[in-house]
């Protein structure tokens, strides 16, 4: 690649998440970390001696982009967030393009707010929203777009982890910044909506177990235009998971679909089942950290750019997550069943 085309990427918080993609995107052919900003300063001090000379450290996201020319940032901080760090960073740069980590922002209407801001925008935009390149979960979508199990009659779908097995203290226990709505909820909605499209009702439940602020448990039943109906739940205080989990099963007239994380199986009226399992998939990454899917999400975010093309999993897009998480709160806090 001439050196031109290779883009120069900011990382805005190093956390988690930060830390991910900035080993990914470093790894690409097409790209290189360029600065990192978090405002923890003490987490810059520990992470200075450990990071290449070539990447510049800031406490502060309107000092990097003022002294560096970034083709892109991560926003890879807490959900509250979102909105302003995304407002801010086009407003000083309309040509940046953006990723930022699930969910947009922390409802309807501030995800509708950066759409706006995304309008405006030059570059591209993206959400984190890897499971839509796990290869297992699109065979899924494959097998459902095809349409040969007949008419989807209902579908029951969860995510549980073991993340919160007592109260907690960082900004994930916020009331209206976490909660397993925002948090862990967000993956299993895209994948609902994507696979069937947005919710005509929602109707919904929720409690409490551990936090004291948040929710831990949400529970949201779903009808859809095509007819289809079904429930999903969402717990991070579940015991036993090493990590978190997805399962979708998807009844029709012919057959049964169920995906998970690690496979997905087909189960028609007549003959055996068929099982896909993810090892059987190629998932060969040109560099493997957390999940192949990661990896792929990163290199769709330069192919867009490079492109010019809108990624599939781009602002709008997730704002219609951002709409359903709106519409299972008002709904559990309306019924409170
Ligand atoms: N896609 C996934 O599978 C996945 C998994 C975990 C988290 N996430 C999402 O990623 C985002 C971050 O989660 P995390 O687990 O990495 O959180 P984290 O708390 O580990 O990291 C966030 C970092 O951002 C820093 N920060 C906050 N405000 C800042 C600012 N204004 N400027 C610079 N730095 C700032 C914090 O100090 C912290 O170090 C959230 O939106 C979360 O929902 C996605």
């Known amino acids: 690649l001439g050196l ?6 900011g990382i805005l ?16 052919p097409d790209a290189r970390v360029k600065a ?9 001090r520990l992470a200075k001696p450990l990071l290449p000379k070539t990447i510049a450290l800031y ?13 892109a940032v991560f926003v890879t901080t807490p959900i509250a967030t979102h909105l302003p760090l995304v407002v801010d960073l086009a407003r000083m740069d309309r040509d940046v393009s953006l990723f930022v980590e699930k969910p947009l922002a922390a409802s309807g209407h501030q995800a509708e707010k950066a759409c706006e801001v995304a309008r405006e925008l030059r570059g591209v935009h993206m959400v984190g929203f890897q499971k839509r390149f796990s290869p297992v979960f699109q065979r899924a979508k494959r097998l459902i777009d095809a349409g040969s199990l007949g008419d989807l009659m209902f579908f029951r779908a ?10 907690g203290a960082s900004w994930r226990f916020g009331r209206g910044t976490g909660g397993v709505l925002l948090d862990l909820a967000p993956h299993l909605l895209d994948l609902l ?7 005509s009702s929602v109707l919904a439940m929720k409690r409490r177990v551990y936090s004291t602020k948040v929710d831990d448990y949400i529970h949201a039943v779903m009808a859809f235009k095509s007819g289809l109906k079904g429930h999903m739940d969402a717990c991070w205080s579940v015991r036993g998971y090493r ?37 059987s998939f190629n998932t060969s990454v040109s560099f493997l950290l957390a999940d192949p899917e990661y990896t792929m999400e990163d290199e769709a975010f330069m192919r867009g750019m490079q492109d010019h ?25 309306e019924h409170r069943y």
């Open 193 to 199: 909506i994507w696979l069937f499209g947005d919710p």
């Open 309 to 333: 093309a809108l990624p599939e999993s781009n602002f709008f897009e997730a704002a219609r997550v951002c709409a359903v998480i709106d519409r299972i709160i008002e709904s559990a806090e």
């Open 158 to 167: 969860s995510s549980f982890s073991s993340d919160v097995l007592r109260e």
């Open 243 to 279: 990590l978190p989990e997805l399962w979708i099963e998807v009844h029709a007239r012919e057959g049964t679909i169920t995906v998970t994380d690690d496979f997905v199986r087909l189960e028609k009226a007549s003959g055996p089942a068929e099982t896909y399992f993810k090892q």
């Open 36 to 44: 990192i900003c978090e405002n923890q300063r003490l987490l810059v």
């Open 59 to 71: 406490t502060d996201y309107v000092k990097m982009m003022k002294n560096e020319q970034l083709d």
């Open 13 to 28: 918080g190093l956390g988690k998440m930060g830390i991910l993609h900035s080993g990914i995107v470093n790894s690409l």
């Open 4 to 9: 031109e085309s290779v883009k120069n990427i």
